[in-house]
């Protein structure tokens, strides 16, 4: 491209104007026209007036945009002048330095401009990043419904759970006809009563759907944080009538470390749910005549509890997914696939883990692993 | 650094710059260039990082921003399913300009993962479309080092910029 002349402006109306205008000489060579404003002449030391200069190696942004720019100069566009929009120079102390770049060609002369953006870049600013803060809160707002929806259905699913084990019993007992006939009428009524009692679970969720968001999570202090084998035991007491039911022994056991180390950061009501949760899970899977057991162990800064069954485990296809939302696991349609995640969440509340892995006799072993309290 | 707005990706770049983070959203209009000396990867270079606007309804992405890149992160937020589906519309609009060009799909806020909205099934979908997913957390840096150099290394064996 050959040189060209912007035309002499005096230097004293560029300073006015506080932009840099560097005369295109061709390619990638400028000529400084004038001074640099101060607010430049502090981030391009080496820019001297009257002098050849290549922007795009001070700036590396240019690199592109000279390309469009060229464009402009050729008359290769159908514009005379082209703006780069905003951009900004981060440097290595983190002060940043906003420009903004026009090329123009006008009467065949060819020139650069760095500016300041103007006011309206301000306006757009502010303008875009409340639009924006104002979207991620409504986003926000989604997903704190969502979360609540989610515990809702972690309660739909704890309760459910026992709730069909005593209506399927109504009916095995009626079904088998194990009820003397004196008893038919008050086995009716414990069927219609159990029946209405889901009904019932449904219309509480409805009227505390806005205490529910008071569940989520709660900072324990020492004297209140639970004893993981307190808890354990209580779980194991809660579930033995179910598990001797399906023929499963339920036992608990410790190591030898005093029992006031193994207190977890949790709270008492969750813990237990958590608990119940991975028991009543490898009840599921336990055949009938094995056991379920819970091994506490006290670890440096940490207590786990590992609830081993001797069920078929596992399938490793499914091990990734174990703990997310609807996980249901092979041959159990039926299950909302709630539980393991609840389990999840709930102890990643309280900086901890629930983990799976195959238990050495050939069945599941979900650990739960939780931080001592500190203070 | 490509994505929807709000995914992290200034705060990326100023904890793998800086190592510092700011809970307080700043939206980037434009670009926002920094740079970054690798000593230690293949004999030492130097990354000039292009933090482009974020895509959504008020900005599009400049395709001349793309210009001479050697690499892109596209960046998803781990709390907002929604920017997936920006990353790929992104990533694909990318790839049919720079098809040689490599790079790698970052999901951020890995900090909040309890709160992650992502299931299985969308990591592993990211993972089809994309060879190298990493997860990442502004805030606490994890995995922020390492998505930067190994889309390094990846532009470095793919013979540099597309111009």
């Known amino acids: 491209m050959s040189g060209s002349h912007n035309g002499d402006l005096p230097a004293s109306i560029l300073t006015s104007l506080d932009v840099a205008v560097f005369k295109h000489l061709g390619g990638g060579d400028f000529e400084l026209s004038g001074d640099l404003p101060d607010w430049l002449a502090d981030a391009w030391d080496d820019c001297a007036a009257n002098s050849a200069v290549r922007p795009h190696e001070r700036f590396v942004f240019l690199e592109s945009f000279l390309e469009d720019a060229l464009g402009v100069w050729s008359g290769g566009s159908t514009r005379d002048w082209i703006s780069s929009g905003p951009w900004t120079e981060v440097a290595a102390d983190g002060s940043e330095l906003t420009l903004e770049a026009i090329a123009i060609a006008q009467n065949g002369h060819q020139a650069l401009m760095l500016k300041h953006p103007t006011a309206d870049y301000r306006t757009v ?72 009692m889901q009904q019932l679970i449904a219309d509480i969720l409805t009227s505390f759907r ?5 569940m989520v999570p709660s900072i324990v202090s020492l004297d209140e944080a639970p004893c993981l084998r307190i808890a354990s035991e ?22 030898s470390a005093p029992r006031d180390t193994a207190r977890v950061a949790a709270d008492a009501a969750r813990l237990e749910r958590v608990l119940f949760n991975l028991v009543d899970n490898a009840l599921r899977y336990a055949p009938a005549g094995t056991s379920v057991e819970l091994a506490v162990k006290d670890q440096d800064q940490t207590v786990t509890c590992t609830v081993i069954d001797s069920g078929p485990g596992v399938p490793e296809d499914e091990v990734d997914s174990l703990f997310e939302r609807f996980h249901q696991g092979a041959g159990k349609a039926g299950v909302v696939g709630l539980g393991l995640y609840f389990c999840r969440i709930t102890a990643a509340d309280w900086g901890g883990s629930v983990s799976y892995s195959p238990a050495q006799s050939g069945g599941a072993a979900f650990t739960l692993e939780l931080p001592k309290p500190t203070g | 650094m490509l994505g929807a707005s709000g995914v992290g990706k200034t705060s990326l770049v100023e904890q793998f710059v800086r190592g510092r983070f700011s809970q307080r959203y700043l939206t980037t209009v434009g670009v926002r260039i920094s740079r970054k000396t690798l000593s230690d990867v293949r004999g030492g270079l130097e990354l000039i990082l292009w933090d482009l606007n974020g895509e959504d309804r008020f900005q599009r992405l400049s395709p001349a921003y793309l210009r001479g890149m050697a690499g892109y992160l596209v960046v998803i937020d781990g709390t907002r399913p929604e920017t997936i589906a920006t990353a790929a519309e992104l990533q694909t609009r990318t790839a049919a300009d720079h098809p040689q060009i490599p790079f790698i799909t970052l999901v ?56």
């Open chain 2, 108 to 163: 951020n806020k890995k900090d909040l993962r309890p709160g992650w909205s992502l299931d299985e099934n969308d990591i592993a979908q990211l993972s089809t479309r994309s060879p190298h997913v990493i997860e990442t957390s502004a805030k606490t840096g994890e995995g922020v080092e390492k998505a930067f150099e190994e889309l390094a290394v990846l532009a470095l064996d793919s013979g540099g910029t597309d111009e």
């Open chain 1, 234 to 255: 209580s779980v194991a007491s809660t579930l033995r009538p179910l598990g001797a039911q399906q023929n499963v022994h339920i036992s608990v056991t410790e190591d």
């Open chain 1, 125 to 196: 600013q502010d303008i875009l990043q409340k639009s924006r803060e104002r979207d991620m809160a409504y986003a926000d707002l989604v997903r704190e419904i969502n979360k609540r929806e989610i515990l809702l259905h972690c309660i739909i699913h704890d309760l459910s759970s026992p709730l069909a084990g005593i209506r399927g019993s109504l009916n095995v007992l009626e079904d088998d006809k194990l009820v003397a006939a004196s008893g038919t009428r008050l086995l009716q009524i414990s069927q219609n009563q159990a029946a209405k």
């Open chain 1, 210 to 214: 806005a205490e529910v968001s008071q």
